[in-house]
């Protein structure tokens, strides 16, 4: 007879404090090269061990553990209108689309076509209207706009479609110059954006090791105006990464640490998240599989370790490999999205829309996933016990053969106990074929119609959009 499997287990306190400590030893020992003569003057002046001629620091544990000190373990990624604030760091786990991809899977055609303006637009409306996408990051390259203006276009029509919390990348320091003036105008200056910060900004190094001068340029200019950032290495196992899960989680790590310590080194307070995107290949094929069950393993380790230096940690959950939203994908995007969320992530990115191993989207796909999303923060709220919830009462009074349906205790606790899916098919047979067979991707696609149908118009003042033209020109309408 065949041996039943043991039940899962994260990996322990004393497996994980190996992977730190081994993390640790990578920066004291191999370091991070940097290729920014700048920011090795700042960190050799700060006490770190810097070879200029190897463009190579070292972080001794002692002083990491000094500059760590300085990063904050609670702030708050504000939305515009303080209905979808995120409070990182209190045991609170929020999901978020995914971005910069290059394609968009149109269900009208079967076929794909390249990510356009109107796709941000329409991306960022979905989001908007989705309840358990609490934040938006930028979802598509832009292919119909010129690249000097690629960045304040992506952020302006994400800004005038979600009051919602928007993050998104900057290429290059002139784009998160771009998105600083606009936001800047938004929040009615300077001083009430630096206050509430309602936009936030990736950067991210380069694996194995290494961070180039853009990348320092864009954290250094973000965190000097109070803006969140991340630096979110993205190693990939058996490439830019060892092959083993703990080897990448080392090296992930090490990475991780050494974002966090570079921007506290830069600017002490900052508000930057423990930030990892450690990813996997199907070594036979050399194909990215960021659906795998490793990944998603990977990412949920990357939670316990950044959470031992009580630092809110991002990570990726919720990718597949599938072409279309079919089975794979929500087989792929479950297993991910709970196990990330059940390790206690901060903000999980990827989760909503993301398609094709993380290079497509689907509109269809939004709304699934802001589903599967709902039944992953059912899961999360566990069980509620106490004297209400036990029933006695209505146990003792409903009686041996009773029925509970008419019950108050029943009308009482029915909308808080229960998660009801507005996808899900849960008709008998008949009453389905009556129906039209209808099943969870037609029923997104009905959703998608009707909120693109139903929000038109941008939610930015009038006035504000004039002031905005004036002061910004280069905007493009969608």
């Known amino acids: 007879m065949k041996a039943g499997l043991p039940y899962y287990r994260s990996p322990t306190s004393e497996e994980i404090g190996k992977i730190d400590r081994a993390g640790r030893r990578v920066l004291e020992r191999t370091g991070v090269r940097i290729r920014d003569k700048a920011c ?51 045991g609170n786990v929020y999901f978020a689309n995914g971005g910069r991809v290059f394609r ?37 390259q832009i292919h119909d706009v010129a690249p000097r203006n690629y960045h304040l276009n992506d952020f302006y029509h994400a800004f005038n479609r979600t009051a919602k919390h928007v993050m998104g990348g900057c290429d290059s320091l002139e784009g998160a110059q771009q998105m600083w003036k606009l936001a800047s105008l938004i929040a009615g200056g300077e001083d009430n954006l630096r206050k509430r910060p309602f936009v936030s900004v990736i950067t991210n190094p380069i694996s194995p090791l290494t961070l180039e001068t853009t990348t320092l340029n864009v954290l250094n200019f973000c965190l000097s105006r109070g803006i969140p950032t991340t630096c979110a290495p993205a190693p990939i196992a058996g490439a830019t990464a060892p092959a083993t899960l703990a080897g990448t989680l080392v090296q992930m790590h090490a990475e991780a640490l050494a974002g966090v310590a570079i921007a506290q080194t830069l600017h002490p307070g900052a508000k930057v998240l423990y930030s990892a995107v450690p990813m996997a290949m199907d070594l036979r094929t050399m194909e990215l599989a960021v659906g795998s069950v490793e990944m998603a393993m990977m990412n949920a380790a990357a939670v316990e370790l950044g959470k031992r230096y009580n630092l809110p940690v991002y990570v990726s959950g919720g990718l597949t490999e599938a072409k279309r939203p079919d089975i794979q994908a929500g087989v792929e995007k479950s297993v991910s999205s709970m196990l990330v969320a059940m390790a206690g992530a901060d903000c999980v990115r990827l989760t909503a829309g993301i398609l094709d191993s993380g290079n497509s989207i689907s509109y269809e796909q939004y709304v699934i996933d802001n589903e599967i999303i709902g039944t992953i923060h059912r899961l999360l709220a566990g069980i509620k016990v106490d004297e209400a919830t036990l029933g006695l009462d209505v146990i003792d009074k409903v ?19 229960f998660f009801y899916p507005e996808l899900s098919v849960r008709y008998n047979f008949d009453v389905w074929e009556e129906r039209g067979r209808p099943n969870m991707l037609s029923r997104a696609t009905d959703v998608v119609r009707t909120i693109l149908r139903d929000n038109r118009d941008g939610i930015l003042d009038v006035d504000l959009l004039s002031e905005i033209a004036r002061t910004c020109p280069g905007i493009e309408t969608s």
Not at 81 to 88: C, P, R, S, T
Not at 105 to 133: P, S
Request: a negative charge.
């Open 399 to 417: 009686g041996p053969g009773g029925n509970y349906v008419m019950e108050d205790h029943t009308v009482e606790h029915m909308t808080e106990e």
């Open 104 to 140: 968009i899977l149109d269900m009208r055609t079967g076929g794909y076509r390249l990510t356009m303006l109107r796709d941000v637009v329409n991306t960022a409306t979905l989001v908007e209207h989705l309840d358990n996408i609490r934040f938006y990051v930028i979802a598509c």
């Open 40 to 90: 090795l003057d700042v960190l050799k002046q700060a006490g770190a061990r810097v070879d200029h001629d190897e463009q190579r620091v070292r972080f001794s544990g002692d002083w990491l553990d000094d500059v760590l000190s300085n990063a904050p373990t609670r702030f708050t990624l504000y939305s515009r209108d303080g209905k979808n604030d995120l409070h990182l760091g209190e």
